[in-house]
């Protein structure tokens, strides 16, 4: 965990900016200001946000939303072990969803399971609303992530959509019921619903719609990128690779526009690498339809991690 940590307070004061630990409750588009959980009302010339998104809702007891990603690491950290050691066959640590992350995330906790607490075969269950793993990825990598997951012996029940969740378990749309000790839901990733009432424009779904310079359509003084904004091009995968290209980006929009000079458009890469552990120390490498698995992806995937953080903390 603290290999994947960053010190906020110090990247911000090397970068030179105010660093202020609290969550945005409100943004008031008349008065060009942001409300912050500590009573703070921030007025200010232009505001840039990069929330995220939430998950999609599934909720109850024991389970876990891993968005936001932060929240989710500490919870995680603090009590991942004693989840997967209290899990049994008849109330399996659950993962809920069906996309590469839940896959990546399914894997890890087997993982994890047996190495803190020896053989625990089944005891980790993947629950998708699929019928196939990571939908809408290229055949090979689907087939090499269901091997995966057999090889770290995640149980697996496709096609069931939790539509419900009580006392006694998870309940499908289709009826099945899963008893669970705790689980994660990794169920895809939503717009935070205050946005919705900011004013600001919105696609139908709710993410904030952005120009091609990742400025607001709405609201050309507001910036918004990452996973919570969809620009002209229509919606992109939910990936950290597009986040962080917008940020250059973003970073020299935000000079451009205090200039007053022409902005930069952001330009998607139509093709882009994903990295996905899939376990005994491997990882499954994707770019388009080609796709490689082996110990030297895994060493390529750590190597490029480490660098990220590494420039961050540096
Ligand atoms: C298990 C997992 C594995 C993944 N692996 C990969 C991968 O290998 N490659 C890849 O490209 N993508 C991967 N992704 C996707 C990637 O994590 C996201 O696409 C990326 O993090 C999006 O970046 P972002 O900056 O838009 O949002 P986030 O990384 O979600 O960051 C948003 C931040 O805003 C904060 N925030 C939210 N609301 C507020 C508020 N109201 N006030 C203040 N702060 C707020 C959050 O706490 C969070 O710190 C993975 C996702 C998961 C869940």
Not at 75 to 92: F, R
Not at 299 to 310: E, G, I, Q, Y
Request: charged share 20%.
């Amino acid at each position: 965990m603290a290999a994947a940590q960053v010190d906020l307070t110090r990247l911000a004061k090397r970068a030179g900016v105010k660093f202020i630990q609290a969550s945005a409750t409100g943004l008031d588009p008349q008065r060009r200001s942001l409300e912050c959980s500590n009573g703070a009302r921030l007025e200010a010339a232009l505001i840039s946000l990069d929330l995220g998104g939430m998950c999609r809702a599934v909720s109850g007891p024991g389970l876990i939303p891993i968005k936001p990603l932060d929240r989710w690491a500490l919870a995680w950290h603090a009590n991942g072990d004693a989840w997967l050691a209290s899990a049994q066959p008849e109330a399996p640590f659950c993962v809920v969803g069906g996309g590469i992350a839940a896959v990546e995330l399914a894997i890890a906790c087997a993982e994890r399971a047996q190495q803190v607490h020896g053989a625990l075969e089944g005891r980790v269950h993947l629950i998708s609303g699929s019928e196939a793993i990571a939908p809408g990825e290229p055949v090979a990598l689907q087939r090499r992530l269901s091997s995966a997951l057999a090889r770290a012996g995640v149980q697996l029940s496709m096609g069931q959509h939790i539509q419900h969740v009580d006392d006694q378990g998870l309940t499908s749309a289709r009826g099945h019921r899963f008893a669970y000790r705790a689980g994660l839901v990794a169920t895809g990733v939503a717009p935070s619903p205050w946005l919705a009432q900011t004013g600001i424009a919105t696609t139908a779904a709710g993410w904030v719609a952005r120009e091609a310079s990742l400025a607001s359509r709405s609201h050309p003084w507001i910036w918004a990128s990452g996973d919570m904004a969809e620009g002209p091009q229509g919606a992109l995968p939910k990936a950290g690779v597009h986040a962080v290209r917008q940020g250059e980006v973003l970073a020299r929009n935000l000079r451009r526009a205090i200039a007053h000079s022409p902005l930069e458009t952001f330009r998607p890469q139509r093709r882009y690498l994903s990295l996905i552990r899939s376990g005994a120390g491997q990882a499954t490498g994707r770019w388009g339809r080609w796709c490689a698995e082996g110990e030297w992806v895994s060493r390529w995937k750590s190597a490029l991690d480490h660098s990220f953080v590494d420039s961050l903390v540096a």
